[in-house]
């Protein structure tokens, strides 16, 4: 039997549904390293996954991660955001109250303590904006990226979410800059961000999207934004 | 610090959580919980119908891949196009123990072995493609469409098929041989060499 006659086969044999005489000479082909039925197979494979991952998204219960971690022998509490941003702002009251109260005269350390809470304050409102990008139903992921890579969420009721890694720090008095580019028009300035010491990046820009075709892409700019890119761009993602 | 430990958590590739993962680092299988979880039940879910079936199913599902994944190659291996085999593959096993339909139990174990998954588009279940097979599969005849679906959801062969559709087996293999072709067409599935 020869490779043409195989064709159609591959995806059967990969989802463990081919039948003889088809399965035995696939088999035979792959036991004897034939490179076109390898070829074939990992092609197969990922026809066969694709048709997986387009499953009807559900939602399995929050318990079942503790049941599986509880599997392996790791008791450990539900992890969700939630608990995170409950504790941060525990935390901040906590620590608000202890410094006021032990460091009442000192209006510096209290200034610090405000300004620490007001960074959180923002902080939490950031992290708020990107989850809700993240989970929204309607929200679409694309990968970018050699050199600075990451991913970027497009929601179209809430917004746009860019997470970067290996993205050095920019020069002084430079910033990179997100641009949102409709369809076949010109690029949207979708704000400034600076990258950590350690590369990577968040930002978010909030606010209705459209997604058709619509891509996400970052500049290298002066601090203060520009109105169109004047630089190179570093990453670039499209919607399809 | 939150926005760090955020970053960090999604910007990491499956190739460092893989590493530890077989090192047996229980929060990577958290993290692939939490990255895979949701799609794995999702597909578990389509084949066997039933909610708590599905979730004990995906347990399995993670246990394998738990004590499977020294056999992954974590740097050329797609770890998703992996996972949703055994995911598949733990569904069907059931759906045949349940039907009375056991013989091919040995052949699931054969197809998803976790160093067949290498040298594949690693990123699928991170990009649009989940939307772009939905739209390919629309594009079937309804009868296309049906032969594949009871292909992968059901674990059904082209002469089971026959019999549940209760067609000639030369019309069903017609029917998936076209449309596994559409598919790859439409899909325009490339594989590195």
Known sequence: MNHEELQGQYELYAMGVAEDPERNEIRE??????????????????????????????????????????SVGVEQRSFGWAP?????????????????????????????????????????????????????ADTRQVNFGAGPKGKVFVNPASGVLLIATNLPPAPAGKAYEMWVIPKGANPVPAGTFQSQADGTAMHVRTGPVDMNG??????????????????????VATLQ | MLLSLLMAVLAEGDAELIKRLQSRDPQALAEIYDRYGRVAY??????VRDAAIAEDLVQETFLRVWNRAQGFDAERGAFGPWLLSVARNRAIDYLRSAGGRERNALELDEVDHPALYTNMERDILASDDARVIRAALLKLTPQQREVIELAYYEGLTQTEMAERMG????TVKTWVRTALKNLRDELGVAVPA
Not at chain 1, 95 to 114: C, I, K, N, P, T
Not at chain 1, 214 to 235: F, K, N, R, Y
Not at chain 2, 42 to 47: H, P
């Open chain 1, 29 to 70: 082909h792959l036991d004897r390293g034939c490179e076109v039925c390898m070829k074939e197979m990992r092609r197969a494979r990922q026809v066969a996954s694709m048709i997986g991952a387009s499953s009807a998204p559900a939602a399995p219960s929050a318990k079942l991660r503790r049941r599986i971690l509880a």
């Open chain 1, 84 to 136: 995170w941003l409950g504790l941060v702002a525990a935390l901040s009251l906590v620590g608000a109250f202890y410094f006021e109260a032990r460091e009442r005269s000192s209006l510096e350390e209290l200034a610090a303590v405000r300004s620490q809470m007001r960074q959180q304050a923002v902080d939490l409102t950031r992290l708020n904006e990107a989850m809700t990008i993240m989970n929204g």
């Open chain 1, 214 to 235: 619509v891509t996400i892409a970052v500049t290298l700019e002066d601090q203060a934004g520009a109105a169109q890119p004047t630089s190179p761009i570093l990453m």
């Open chain 2, 42 to 47: 999702s597909l578990i879910l389509r084949v």
């Open chain 2, 167 to 170: 067609q000639p087996l030369g």
